[in-house]
């Protein structure tokens, strides 16, 4: 939950006058449970659910903020007011500009003929300039994602310089995709204002909804928040490659914040020419999360690309480095335009595929990518490990809550007891179905046991996993909360795990689960 949060709605908060002011929330909730949270949410106003993120969104006063902290259906709450801003504009040198497509796309052979065809990216910012001649009448729409703004076109050049960057030609490394313009950026008396989390999530409600392929997101915060986190991933598991900018506060350390901090995201540093890290981009670790963060890193200083008023112009930032790894995806899904996985496969191989150039993780995740580092990448025997390992496989999007835990008798949803993360990436989930449990010659409990590779199991949020340990093995209904912990002895080369007492808010049952101490730091 955002500290602010719970400061706000508190009752020294109020007004002297005694009158409670309402504010915007965020809520991210189990969608089973949707109808009965908004017919009983005490709201002020209107609430919107947004049903493909599982998020409530609506003004309330305390009330209704303390109907949401005590719902057991409530995964996380945020502050749908909170402002994310461009990560703040660096110095630029216009006499060593160079466009996005010059070092990303570099002297690949492999992808030479591939610039992004039937590709659609969305551009989450401040808007495009759609008339400007490189984009060629590929700015499909233009869809305002901001509350009583009704202001169109780029209300500040930074939205047409990155879908400049992704699919100009001349600027961008994928010439032929097409752009979905999500203005989130609001424009109030001749100023930009940022895009509150409402926004950004009415804008990835969208992406869904219009099936888009990669969206880019040049924009961040300077505080955590786990509903925009968490709908990240699920934009991600439903098929949109999510590039998000790493921020511009570096070279301190700990400072990548929401929503480039989202599991899934593909969180982008920025780098010059050569590859080495700016001094500005911002670095890892993760300071909210157990995940490494960045993951990759892309050209962006000195970036020339289009310029809202024509032409074309300089900048610099992250946000300039996150479309161009957007383009150098877009040219890798219509490359695997034919494999039926072809999102899950490049979405890890991009992130595989960079070149560190003996930089840290924390600087630039595994380093700079480019069509000309994947092609290397590929030819290894590394690269053609993990392209015999995915290629033709199929993932679908919610696979663990469709498949995974589904009992294959009955159909009904089985009990996870325990969730182990292996030393070498894969992941043992140990199961029991409450209608079908056998028994062996001790008449102890026989579990059901599935093994997931790295790759997949990646695929599942936090979220997910926590819904299904709650499932109670005595009652069958959804009421395991946690009590307490310890941490499990294990090897040093292990991932950290505990043993979590549990107890049932319906039946009062009590047991344990077993599961990664990452994990264990979001349950609620």
């Not at 602010?4 to 002011?21: I, M």
């Not at 752009?179 to 008396?189: E, K, P, Q, T």
């Not at 595994?366 to 092609?375: D, Q, Y």
Request: proline residues 4%.
């Amino acid at each position: 939950m955002d500290a602010s949060l719970t400061e706000l709605f508190s009752k020294s908060n109020r007004s002297k006058s005694g009158v409670e002011s309402a504010h915007g929330v965020a809520a991210s909730i189990n969608d089973d449970c949707a109808q009965e949270i908004l017919k009983e949410l005490p709201a002020v106003g209107p609430v919107t659910y947004l049903p493909s993120l599982e998020i409530i969104l609506a003004e309330m006063e305390s009330d209704g903020f303390e109907f949401l902290v005590e719902n057991p259906e409530v995964h996380a709450i945020s502050d749908a007011e909170l402002l994310h801003e461009h990560p703040e504009p660096m110095e630029i040198n216009e006499q060593l500009s160079h466009t996005s497509r010059r070092y990303m796309r570099s002297d690949s052979k492999m992808f030479e003929d591939y610039e992004g065809k039937n590709i659609t990216v969305g551009v989450m910012d401040s808007g495009v300039f759609r008339e400007h001649e490189c984009f060629g009448g590929r700015v499909s729409e233009q869809v305002n994602c901001v509350h009583g703004n009704h202001f169109d076109g780029d209300i500040d050049g930074h939205g047409t310089h990155v879908a400049g960057s992704i699919a100009g030609e001349e600027y961008g490394v994928a010439s032929e995709a097409s752009i979905l313009d999500l203005r989130v950026f609001g424009y109030y008396f001749g100023r930009t204002s940022g895009a509150t989390t409402a926004s950004i999530l009415q804008a990835l409600d969208v992406c869904i909804q219009r099936d888009v392929d990669i969206v880019n997101m040049s924009l961040g915060g300077n505080s955590p928040s786990r509903v925009l986190d968490t709908a990240v991933d699920t934009a991600v598991q439903s098929g949109v490659i999510a590039c998000i900018a790493a921020g511009n506060s570096g070279p301190r350390a700990q400072t990548i914040n929401s929503p480039a901090s989202a599991q899934m995201a593909i969180a982008v540093a920025a780098t010059y020419g050569n590859g080495t890290v700016t001094d500005f981009s911002s670095r890892g670790p993760n300071p909210w999360y157990s995940w490494q963060k960045p993951d990759v890193a892309g050209f962006g200083s000195n970036v020339l690309s289009a310029s809202r008023h024509g032409g074309s112009c300089v900048m610099s930032g992250t946000s300039m480095a996150t479309p161009g790894v957007a383009g150098v995806i877009a040219c890798l899904l219509e490359h695997e335009s034919e494999n039926p996985d072809s999102k899950v496969y490049v979405d890890a191989l991009i992130r595989e595929a960079g070149q560190p150039l003996g930089q840290s993780e924390n600087s630039v995740g595994s380093g700079f990518v480019s069509l000309g580092n994947v092609e290397s990448y590929l030819s290894t025997h590394q690269g053609m490990t993990h392209l015999k390992r995915r290629k033709g496989k199929e993932t679908k999007p919610n696979f663990f809550t469709e498949k995974t835990i589904k009992c294959e008798l009955c159909n009904s949803n089985r009990i996870v007891h325990r969730i182990f993360h292996r030393p070498d990436g894969t992941m043992r989930v140990r199961m029991s179905c409450i209608k079908h449990r056998n028994l062996d010659s001790n008449g102890k409990l026989v579990y059901d046991e599935v093994e997931m590779e790295n790759w997949k199991h990646a695929r599942i949020t936090d979220k997910q996993f926590l819904q299904s340990l709650r499932l109670c093995g005595g009652c069958g209904k959804r009421g395991i909360v946690p009590i307490s912990s310890e941490e499990i002895d294990l090897p040093e080369n292990h991932h950290k795990h505990v043993a979590v007492k549990v107890g049932c808010l319906y039946c009062n049952s009590k047991g344990e689960r077993r599961i990664p101490l990452s994990l264990h730091n979001n349950w609620r």
